[in-house]
């Protein structure tokens, strides 16, 4: 169980273009996803919180106009990069909240989207 | 503010014993352990709460000292299978997590 799924795998486009990723939670739902950033050999780091039904929330330095997220379902995430630009090439990962009565909520991970961006 | 993880990277044969250690300079709620291997998504590996809680799953270990804001992952008789990338993760609000910069660890045979 708690199987976190993200589409594309793997996207190349040229700079300028949007690109959407999704991030499903494909046997629990999910109220709250988390979007986020990992450079090459570096940590995972967050980039915002994605709350079904209202707006996501985004941390300091994030662009909240280039990162456009949508959380329209309790099991689907999506987070579009506008306009992307070379300096948004990298690997972005989603997770999802599994809140468990009697036991500790936790993140699942999916297997991540990477972002090459010519 | 992310936490600290030590060592950077281990080298270890098959059989052999590592400890990763994980602290903060913030109080800590719970600590979260993941391993993620090369070019794949971190996966869960469990979660500590209380103080001098301790944790295993097979023969990988943890403990967590609330008061000295600090974690420890136990791996015990590395298996190669156990090669990848740990990660620490705190909790600060609102489920978010904070991750440390990462300890990779190398299993030989």
């Known amino acids: 169980g708690a199987v976190v799924s993200q589409h594309p795998s793997r996207v190349i486009c040229k700079s300028g273009t949007s690109v959407k990723i999704e991030c499903r939670s494909l046997?629990?739902?999910?109220?709250?996803m988390f979007w986020y950033r990992q450079f090459p050999k570096q940590s995972l780091m967050l980039m915002a919180t994605s709350n079904e039904g209202s707006k996501a929330t985004y941390e300091q330095g994030v662009e909240k106009d280039k990162f456009l997220i949508n959380h329209a379902s309790l099991t689907l995430s999506t987070l579009t990069v506008a306009s992307a630009h070379p300096e948004d090439s990298s690997f972005y990962i989603c997770?999802?909240?599994?809140?468990?009565?009697?036991?500790?909520?936790?993140?699942?991970f999916g297997p991540g989207t990477r972002l090459t961006v010519l | 503010q992310q936490p600290v993880q030590s060592p950077q990277a281990v080298i270890l044969r098959e059989g052999e014993d590592a400890v990763i250690n994980c602290s903060s300079s913030k109080a800590l709620y719970s600590v979260h352990w993941y391993r993620q291997k090369h070019g794949e998504a971190p996966v869960f590996l469990m979660i500590l709460l209380k103080g001098g809680e301790q944790k295993g799953h097979d023969k990988i270990s943890a403990s967590f000292n609330e008061k000295k804001q600090q974690s420890s992952l136990y791996l015990t008789a590395s298996q190669l299978s156990y090669s990848g990338t740990y990660f620490c993760g705190t909790e600060w609000v609102d489920y978010k997590l904070s991750f440390g910069a990462g300890t990779t660890v190398t299993v030989r045979a």
């Open positions: 046997d629990f739902q999910a109220t709250t």
């Open positions: 997770s999802a909240l599994l809140r468990t009565s009697g036991s500790t909520d936790t993140q699942y």
